[in-house]
């Protein structure tokens, strides 16, 4: 039987400040770029009109640039996408006039600037490409107002702020609260280290994306918990052991599960990456990071946390003493559990 | 009763029948409007139903568009624009439209599949207020007219300049029905030629009686040079003019404009207040060729009181002109009351098409909106973008899955190929499970699906572990794998139900395919739930009955 990691024993804990230097090397650069840059929101978040088309022939994107500055949509950003005759045109619409709420007019204008730089067209495609003399045509719209636009992005800063409380709230109850606050601040490393990330990368943040980050929380808060669980399960056994000990036994053991686990997850995201589309990349990109970030903060950050927490406060509960209501009782086995030998 | 294989077997079984069962395609009835007769077809719908951004549609949000009328009580117009809405949708034919109201002040339309976004657009958003009025026999305009030139020499407006910056604005206020023709040429000949006799009343020179530019004469009716429009129209708008519009009459531009020998011009209507009848009264409404013309008209029919009204009202102004005024437009030159008129008359619509017709008569049919509805947020993803991402998500997921069972298979061996059997039936759970609670399955539902057999292993690999390590600790087979999935049980529902919290905090702030993504993978942590703990553990029983001495579990 293949093993990886099977008498793994090393020792994480000790490396705990290193680590959290090396997140604050790589989290620092990407969080000084945020300020000076901004986040790259999508027009989802700020308002404004996407169109994807799909043109006959190739066309070159500094040429769809003046041309559509020259009729009234200055500052619009063009992006390829794929190939060299599918292009994605942002623009965020104020003028003066033009209601910026009402998409049909702010639509209306760049459908009718697309039409003046590309002659006529802009029906929606159908299953083929056009080629040829066809006209060109639409392959997505998103037109929105930045009112919907602002609601959306308070919405999902909730959403990614409320989540945090429900876990933690849930790990107060299943745990204790030691190991929640623990996992909770494993978690904010993760949100704050993946929007470095994307600031870094200047991956435009979408619904796809955000909803990549909420993904993101839940898998790294996944592995936190199984370490946080073996902890909770080595306490009980080890019970005059250091705390140091027992939550670097805690995560040699559930290494192999890790390895295993990320494994099987990377490769998912790898397919989506390579084979998913222009869409779905900047989701598998964000999870991708994630699974590298959420294993790491579980190992060098919730558990030196959950370590100085208990320093600070100990608790007779984490020490195991409380019986666990919520957990059946394990059938534990007279003799001690070998432990492996220290290097 | 999980106790025996046999029980465990065919719980398996139906719920496996089960999922099979509800993702079975089911055909749907749809009555579609086709060449004006309502034609029932059936469309196959496959389940789970694919999102908008997977097989293309519509999605619109609307809200009330009160910049030119204030709504007095906005909540109950927007439930009567709901149900206008749901009627008009109804009657346009689409497969499984979602008409929702999301808050107190937001409608949301989705419209699947719909091919001419432009032509979905109109029925939705079309106010479709009818009503018909005289034509003002007063002379009103011609009297007040001096009295707004002076008005506006006062104020400094001067003739000429200005006509040609309101281009685009004449276009764009005639709803793009004039042909998109550059027009400069005929613009500088016709400011001359305007500007040239009548020097002093701006307006004068601009609104000129019909019969003076070769009209057939009718009271209340006006040509302005269609150039011309958009300036005439804001003048006429200007607090100190429109103080000086007689009382009893109001205004209406034509819905079209006219050609009178190379010049086009915009038709300006002084109708009387008083409306004669309006929509509301009307029953049916149907598109039609005009026998003579071989223009598109729509008939329609009013309820008995609106007829009585009516009669009563035609009967009082009997070779008076009428107007009908669709959405604040006069339809066509109003025609002449020759007789008393009932229940029934029609709308001539000049050079529009039989489709834009029927169109119409649907809208008129299903009703008008109170006020106006604007698009605040609208997204159209077409046919072949939806392909393209299906066929990458299912490509991604085939070789996502190959590399997965890959792994399982050459690091846990035998077990890992039970595993991978779970796997499968994990699939089917997750998608019948998707089916039986009608969710729809989203782009980011397909990647959350993807990811999902990579994460889904994960308690098959929590367990496959505790085994192990049983076993190092020197269980017997059979212990191993009891205490095995024992112990491995916290961590899985611990790990699981944060992960399912998270995922119901994205479902309650997502709009449709954030939605789908949360959905899927609340029902695939749920899947691989059942699966990992309770299908993985049948086929290690019937393993261990097949052979019940053995001593080395390949794991």
Same mark, same amino acid.
Not at chain 2, 45 to 63: I, R
Not at chain 2, 265 to 288: K, P
């Given at each position: 039987?293949?093993?990886?990691?099977?008498?793994?024993?090393?020792?994480?804990?000790?490396?705990?400040?290193?680590?959290?230097?090396?997140?604050?090397?790589?989290?620092?650069?990407?969080?000084?770029?945020?300020?000076?840059?901004?986040?790259?929101?999508?027009?989802?978040? =700020?308002?404004?009109?996407?169109?994807?088309?799909?043109?006959?022939?190739?066309?070159?994107?500094?040429?769809?640039?003046?041309?559509?500055?020259?009729?009234?949509?200055?500052?619009?950003?063009?992006?390829?996408?794929?190939?060299?005759?599918?292009?994605?045109?942002?623009?965020?619409?104020?003028?003066?006039?033009?209601?910026?709420?009402?998409?049909?007019? %702010?639509?209306?204008?760049?459908?009718?600037?697309?039409?003046?730089?590309?002659?006529?067209?802009?029906?929606?495609?159908?299953?083929?490409?056009?080629?040829?003399?066809?006209?060109?045509?639409?392959?997505?719209?998103?037109?929105?107002?930045?009112?919907?636009?602002?609601?959306?992005?308070?919405?999902?800063?909730?959403?990614?702020?409320?989540?945090?409380?429900?876990?933690?709230?849930?790990?107060?109850?299943?745990?204790?609260?030691?190991?929640?606050?623990?996992?909770?601040?494993?978690?904010?490393?993760?949100?704050?280290?993946?929007?470095?990330?994307?600031?870094?990368?200047?991956?435009?943040?979408?619904?796809?994306?955000?909803?990549? $980050?909420?993904?993101?929380?839940?898998?790294?808060?996944?592995?936190?918990?199984?370490?946080?669980?073996?902890?909770?399960?080595?306490?009980?056994?080890?019970?005059?052991?250091?705390?140091?000990?027992?939550?670097?036994?805690?995560?040699?053991?559930?290494?192999?599960?890790?390895?295993?686990?990320?494994? =099987?997850?990377?490769?998912? &995201?790898?397919?989506? =990456?390579?084979?998913?589309?222009?869409?779905?990349?900047?989701?598998?990109?964000?999870?991708?990071?994630?699974?590298?970030?959420?294993?790491?903060?579980?190992?060098?950050?919730?558990?030196?946390?959950?370590?100085?927490?208990?320093?600070?406060?100990?608790?007779?509960?984490?020490?195991?003493?409380?019986?666990?209501?919520?957990?059946?009782?394990?059938?534990?086995?007279?003799?001690?559990?070998?432990?492996?030998?220290?290097? | 009763?999980?106790?025996?294989?046999?029980?465990? $077997?065919?719980?398996?079984?139906?719920?496996?029948?089960?999922?099979?069962?509800?993702?079975?395609? #089911?055909?749907?009835?749809?009555?579609?409007?086709?060449?004006?007769?309502?034609?029932? %077809?059936?469309?196959?719908?496959?389940?789970?139903?694919?999102?908008?951004?997977?097989?293309?549609?519509?999605?619109?949000?609307?809200?009330?568009?009160?910049?030119?009328?204030?709504?007095?009580?906005?909540?109950?117009?927007?439930?009567?624009?709901?149900?206008?809405?749901?009627?008009?949708?109804?009657?346009?034919?689409?497969?499984?439209?979602?008409?929702?109201?999301?808050?107190?002040?937001?409608?949301?339309?989705?419209?699947?599949?719909?091919?001419?976004?432009?032509?979905?657009?109109?029925?939705?958003?079309?106010?479709?207020?009818?009503?018909?009025?005289?034509?003002?026999? #007063?002379?009103?305009?011609?009297?007040?007219?001096?009295?707004?030139?002076?008005?506006?020499?006062?104020?400094?407006?001067?003739?000429?300049?200005?006509?040609?910056?309101?281009?685009?604005?004449?276009?764009?206020?005639?709803?793009?029905?004039? =042909?998109?023709?550059?027009?400069?040429?005929?613009?500088?000949?016709?400011?001359?030629?305007?500007?040239?006799?009548?020097?002093?009343?701006?307006?004068?020179?601009?609104?000129?009686?019909?019969?003076?530019?070769?009209?057939?004469?009718?009271?209340?009716?006006?040509?302005?040079?269609?150039?011309?429009?958009?300036?005439?129209?804001?003048?006429?708008?200007?607090?100190?003019?429109?103080?000086?519009?007689?009382?009893?009459? %109001?205004?209406?531009?034509?819905?079209?404009?006219?050609?009178?020998?190379?010049?086009?011009?915009?038709?300006?209507?002084?109708?009387?207040?008083?409306?004669?009848?309006?929509?509301?009264?009307?029953?049916?409404?149907?598109?039609?060729?005009?026998?003579?013309?071989?223009?598109?008209?729509? %008939?329609?029919?009013?309820?008995?009181?609106?007829?009585? $009204?009516?009669?009563?009202?035609?009967?009082?102004?009997?070779?008076?002109?009428?107007?009908?005024?669709?959405?604040?437009?006069?339809?066509?030159?109003?025609?002449?009351?020759?007789?008393?008129?009932?229940?029934?008359?029609? $709308?001539?619509?000049?050079?529009?098409?039989?489709?834009?017709?029927?169109?119409?008569?649907?809208?008129?049919?299903?009703?008008?909106?109170?006020?106006?509805?604007?698009?605040?947020?609208?997204?159209?993803?077409?046919?072949?973008?939806?392909?393209?991402?299906?066929?990458?998500?299912?490509?991604?997921?085939?070789?996502? #899955?190959?590399?997965?069972?890959?792994?399982?298979?050459?690091?846990?061996?035998?077990?890992?190929?039970?595993?991978?059997?779970?796997?499968?039936?994990?699939?089917?759970?997750?998608?019948?499970?998707?089916?039986?609670?009608?969710?729809?399955?989203? &782009?980011?539902?397909?990647?959350?699906?993807?990811?999902?057999?990579?994460?889904?292993?994960?308690?098959?690999?929590?367990?496959?572990?505790?085994?192990?390590?049983?076993?190092?600790?020197?269980?017997?087979?059979?212990?191993?794998?009891?205490?095995?999935?024992?112990?491995?049980?916290?961590?899985?529902?611990?790990?699981?139900?944060?992960?399912?919290?998270?995922?119901?905090?994205?479902?309650?702030?997502?709009?449709?395919?954030?939605?789908?993504?949360?959905?899927?993978?609340?029902?695939?942590?749920?899947?691989?739930?059942? #699966?990992?703990?309770?299908?993985?553990?049948?086929?290690?029983?019937?393993?261990?009955?097949?052979?019940?001495?053995?001593?080395?579990?390949?794991?």
């Amino acid at each position: 039987m293949i093993r990886l990691f099977a008498n793994a024993n090393y020792d994480f804990i000790s490396y705990r400040w290193k680590a959290i230097w090396a997140t604050v090397i790589i989290v620092i650069p990407g969080l000084l770029l945020l300020l000076i840059r901004g986040l790259n929101y999508s027009i989802e978040f =700020t308002g404004g009109t996407l169109v994807q088309i799909e043109s006959p022939r190739p066309l070159n994107v500094a040429d769809l640039r003046t041309g559509l500055d020259r009729n009234g949509i200055p500052g619009s950003e063009i992006t390829e996408f794929g190939s060299s005759q599918e292009f994605v045109v942002r623009a965020r619409l104020q003028r003066e006039g033009v209601d910026p709420n009402n998409t049909q007019e %702010t639509a209306g204008a760049v459908t009718a600037a697309l039409q003046k730089v590309l002659g006529a067209g802009g029906a929606t495609c159908l299953e083929r490409a056009p080629t040829g003399t066809e006209p060109w045509c639409v392959k997505r719209t998103e037109a929105v107002g930045p009112k919907v636009g602002g609601e959306l992005r308070q919405k999902a800063f909730l959403a990614i702020f409320l989540s945090f409380f429900a876990v933690l709230a849930y790990l107060a109850y299943r745990f204790e609260w030691r190991f929640g606050l623990a996992a909770v601040i494993a978690t904010a490393h993760d949100i704050v280290a993946t929007i470095a990330f994307i600031a870094v990368l200047h991956l435009e943040v979408s619904l796809v994306v955000v909803a990549a $980050i909420l993904s993101m929380v839940g898998y790294s808060l996944n592995d936190t918990i199984i370490i946080f669980d073996r902890v909770r399960e080595n306490l009980r056994k080890m019970k005059r052991e250091s705390f140091i000990t027992v939550l670097n036994r805690s995560i040699n053991e559930t290494l192999p599960r890790s390895v295993l686990t990320h494994g =099987t997850t990377l490769s998912s &995201l790898l397919a989506l =990456t390579i084979f998913g589309g222009e869409v779905i990349r900047p989701f598998a990109l964000v999870m991708f990071f994630g699974v590298f970030t959420g294993t790491f903060s579980s190992i060098f950050i919730a558990s030196p946390v959950l370590m100085w927490i208990e320093r600070k406060w100990p608790g007779v509960a984490a020490r195991g003493l409380k019986p666990d209501k919520a957990a059946p009782a394990p059938s534990r086995k007279p003799q001690p559990e070998p432990v492996s030998s220290k290097r | 009763m999980f106790s025996s294989i046999r029980s465990r $077997i065919i719980i398996i079984v139906i719920l496996a029948l089960a999922c099979v069962w509800s993702l079975r395609p #089911t055909t749907v009835k749809v009555t579609k409007v086709v060449d004006g007769r309502p034609v029932d %077809t059936t469309e196959i719908l496959y389940k789970p139903a694919l999102g908008l951004d997977l097989q293309g549609g519509m999605h619109l949000a609307l809200e009330l568009d009160q910049s030119r009328t204030v709504s007095s009580d906005p909540a109950r117009d927007l439930d009567l624009a709901l149900t206008v809405l749901r009627k008009r949708i109804d009657e346009f034919g689409v497969a499984e439209p979602l008409i929702q109201k999301i808050g107190k002040e937001r409608i949301v339309v989705e419209l699947p599949g719909v091919r001419d976004p432009a032509r979905a657009v109109a029925i939705v958003q079309r106010t479709a207020a009818l009503e018909f009025r005289i034509t003002d026999e #007063t002379s009103a305009l011609d009297k007040a007219l001096p009295a707004m030139d002076r008005a506006l020499r006062q104020l400094g407006v001067k003739a000429g300049p200005g006509q040609q910056e309101d281009q685009s604005a004449v276009q764009q206020l005639l709803g793009g029905d004039s =042909t998109k023709k550059d027009s400069t040429g005929d613009s500088t000949k016709a400011t001359a030629q305007d500007t040239t006799p009548l020097i002093g009343g701006v307006l004068s020179s601009l609104i000129r009686p019909g019969s003076e530019v070769g009209l057939q004469p009718m009271p209340g009716e006006y040509a302005v040079p269609q150039q011309a429009t958009a300036r005439a129209d804001s003048l006429l708008r200007l607090p100190e003019v429109a103080r000086l519009m007689p009382r009893g009459v %109001t205004w209406r531009w034509s819905a079209a404009p006219i050609s009178i020998g190379a010049q086009p011009y915009q038709l300006l209507y002084i109708l009387e207040d008083e409306v004669m009848i309006t929509g509301t009264s009307l029953v049916d409404a149907q598109a039609q060729l005009d026998q003579v013309t071989q223009g598109a008209i729509v %008939t329609f029919q009013l309820d008995r009181a609106g007829g009585r $009204i009516f009669s009563r009202k035609t009967a009082a102004h009997v070779n008076d002109y009428m107007a009908i005024i669709l959405d604040d437009r006069v339809q066509g030159r109003p025609p002449v009351i020759q007789s008393q008129i009932g229940r029934s008359g029609q $709308i001539t619509l000049g050079n529009k098409t039989i489709q834009e017709a029927q169109d119409l008569a649907l809208t008129l049919k299903a009703g008008a909106l109170p006020i106006p509805l604007k698009i605040v947020d609208r997204r159209e993803v077409g046919p072949s973008l939806g392909a393209d991402s299906i066929r990458g998500g299912i490509t991604a997921g085939v070789v996502g #899955t190959i590399l997965v069972i890959l792994i399982m298979v050459i690091y846990y061996k035998a077990s890992g190929a039970l595993a991978v059997g779970a796997l499968a039936l994990y699939v089917l759970f997750a998608l019948g499970g998707l089916a039986m609670i009608d969710a729809t399955m989203t &782009l980011p539902g397909l990647a959350g699906l993807v990811l999902s057999i990579g994460i889904a292993v994960d308690a098959n690999v929590l367990i496959f572990e505790r085994i192990r390590e049983e076993l190092v600790h020197g269980k017997t087979v059979r212990l191993a794998i009891d205490d095995g999935f024992k112990h491995a049980m916290n961590a899985i529902v611990d790990s699981n139900v944060s992960a399912v919290l998270t995922a119901l905090f994205l479902f309650q702030f997502g709009t449709g395919p954030v939605k789908g993504f949360a959905i899927t993978l609340i029902m695939g942590i749920a899947a691989s739930m059942v #699966t990992a703990i309770f299908v993985t553990r049948t086929f290690y029983m019937i393993w261990l009955e097949r052979k019940p001495g053995m001593s080395t579990l390949s794991i």
